[in-house]
């Protein structure tokens, strides 16, 4: 995978773990697998758009707020 799925999904944990959430209930909210999300984490898989708006909801964050710290 690239390098910037992999640090999106650095960021993922980052900000799941700053509320105290497990993989598990991220998953719930987001009506998805917990082994689905723990691909996002890993890097193994691409986030798409509407994953990263339903995600940033969850995790309140930004959307693009990952990209602008990247650009730096």
Excluded: C, W
Excluded at 20 to 47: C, D, F, M, W
Aim: proline residues 3%; charged residues 35%; hydrophobic residues 40%.
């Amino acid at each position: 995978m690239e390098r910037i799925v992999i640090e999106f999904g650095d960021f993922l944990k980052d900000k799941r773990l700053a509320k105290g959430y497990s993989q598990a209930h991220v998953a719930k909210l987001l009506n998805i697998t917990q082994q689905r999300y723990s691909l996002y984490e890993l890097g193994k898989r691409e986030p798409g758009l509407d994953f990263i708006i339903d995600v940033a909801q969850v995790l309140d964050f930004k959307p693009g707020e990952f990209f602008d710290d990247y650009r730096r």
